[in-house]
């Protein structure tokens, strides 16, 4: 079945540092969806891509899909201690209803250091 | 305001015993989830429903069950087949075709002892 890995597991930064995150899909996605989860909280929807090579912005916030549609990154400028919590990328397999299964990876848990 | 409600957000049971989670929501969404969390494992999916009256199973479906008997409600059980309960379970709902992600409730934390 589709597997969706996020790399690193862990990142802990400066405030103030650069932070990425990757996701790699086993299978052609037809679009990936970010997430961020505060610590003892829930997953809340950051945004979606749809197009191949799409990039998209929000504030300090870049998100990126693969010309392929099988990875996509975000990546936080000048990270801040408010960017604490774990990032999860999501997706649905291209050819699927829009509305079926996502896939989550397992996250990447950032940890900010003022 | 529009959101989905899990009840009770902690949860402790015996072993052996089955318990259901509640998860209502009033979006008017027509798709709901399950899901459960696990330190370092994301979340994997348990059942998910598109339609009232209607449910497929997700990638652990064992020792779970569900029913979709209105559109606003879509409670899980835990039953005692489930052989590792203890975890975070969080429901999510999203409109039919999802162009805006998924929205979660704030989940409920089941302790078996």
């Known amino acids: 079945g589709q597997q969706v890995m996020q790399i690193p597991q862990y990142q802990h930064v400066q405030e103030g540092e650069d932070f990425t995150t990757y996701c790699n899909s086993s299978t052609t996605l037809s679009n990936i969806q970010w997430y961020k989860q505060r610590p003892g909280g829930h997953p809340v929807f950051l945004i979606q891509l749809v197009k191949s090579g799409e990039v998209k912005k929000q504030k300090r916030l870049t998100f990126q899909f693969g010309e392929a549609k099988k990875n996509s990154s975000l990546h936080i400028t000048a990270t801040q201690t408010t960017d604490v919590g774990t990032y999860f990328c999501a997706g649905h397999s291209a050819g699927g209803t829009s509305y079926g299964k996502l896939t989550f990876g397992q996250g990447t848990i950032l940890t900010v250091h003022p | 305001d529009g959101g989905i409600t899990q009840s009770p957000k902690y949860l402790f049971r015996k072993e052996g015993q089955n318990v259901t989670l509640s998860c209502e929501q009033n979006?008017?969404?027509?798709?709901m989830y399950w899901y459960r969390q696990d330190p370092g494992q994301g979340l994997r999916l348990i059942y998910y429903?598109?339609?009232?009256?209607?449910?497929q199973k997700g990638d652990i479906a064992e020792g779970y069950s569900v029913s979709r008997e209105k559109k606003e409600s879509f409670p899980l059980t835990v039953t005692s087949a489930q052989k590792n309960p203890t975890a975070f379970y969080l429901c999510a709902s999203s409109p039919r075709r999802a162009l805006h992600g998924y929205t979660f409730g704030s989940g409920t934390r089941l302790t078996v002892v």
């Open positions: 979006l008017n969404h027509d798709a």
């Open positions: 429903s598109q339609i009232v009256n209607d449910f």
